[in-house]
């Protein structure tokens, strides 16, 4: 069964800070993987979706890159801003499901 | 208009009470999914449907049914609603993916409370 691990579970950081956001996964054998922000009392928004073919994917001030052999993905934001303060979910892609982390919870500061 | 819509938006009932939660799409997909999210737990698939013909049951299926009425509608039931079915509830879109899931969109999530 697969297992997602994100860590740290909560993220504070100042504004303007460059910071990664670790997942990690127990099976490689994923056809994706996905990020999604979560603000509070609202749905999932999709961010990047890295298929298994591909290394990374890139978003505006967002970077996920994927390593299926080592069972990691990450998610790097550059200069960082108040607005990006959310919960940021990884979810691993196989058969037809997604499997879902617990989330990094980050708050930018002023 | 939000592509994804899910009605009620919040919900309070009682134990053994019989509650559906609705979810209407425009984006054109065909695969739709239910969720439903617990503190700590993350988000885990109750029942999923690829068309109109096709409902598949997810991880936590036990306690909820589903109906898919149409390509744009999707619909959840408690028959008989427990406390622990208390939870934040999403209903998700995708379109076709050639191979494993693809890109999700969700609702802005159900909120049902069971006393």
């Known amino acids: 069964k697969q297992e997602v691990t994100q860590i740290p579970a909560a993220l504070s950081v100042p504004e303007g800070e460059n910071l990664v956001l670790n997942c990690s996964f127990t099976?490689?054998?994923?056809?994706?993987l996905q990020w999604f922000r979560q603000d509070p009392g609202k749905g999932l928004t999709s961010l990047l979706l890295i298929q298994s073919s591909q290394r990374e994917q890139t978003s505006g001030r967002l970077n996920a890159s994927l390593d299926k052999s080592s069972g990691r993905s990450t998610l790097y934001i550059a200069a960082s801003q108040p607005g990006d303060s959310a919960t940021y979910l990884c979810?691993?892609?196989?058969?037809?499901?997604?499997?879902f982390g617990t989330g990094t919870q980050l708050k930018v500061e002023l | 208009d939000a592509d994804v819509t899910q009605t009620p938006r919040n919900r309070i009932t009682k134990t053994g009470k019989r509650i559906m939660l609705e979810c209407s799409q425009t984006k054109g997909h065909d695969r739709m999914y239910w969720y439903r999210q617990d503190p700590g737990l993350g988000l885990r698939l109750i029942y999923y449907?690829?068309?109109?013909?096709?409902?598949n049951k997810g991880e936590i299926s036990d306690g909820y049914s589903v109906s898919r009425q149409a390509q744009a509608k999707f619909s959840l039931s408690l028959e008989s609603a427990i406390p622990n079915q208390t939870a934040l509830y999403f209903c998700a879109t995708s379109d076709f993916a050639a191979v494993g899931p693809g890109e999700l969109f969700f609702g802005e999530g159900s909120r049902l409370t069971v006393l």
């Open positions: 449907s690829f068309d109109v013909k096709d409902i």
């Open positions: 979810a691993s892609g196989g058969g037809n499901k997604l499997t």
């Open positions: 099976d490689s054998a994923i056809y994706n």
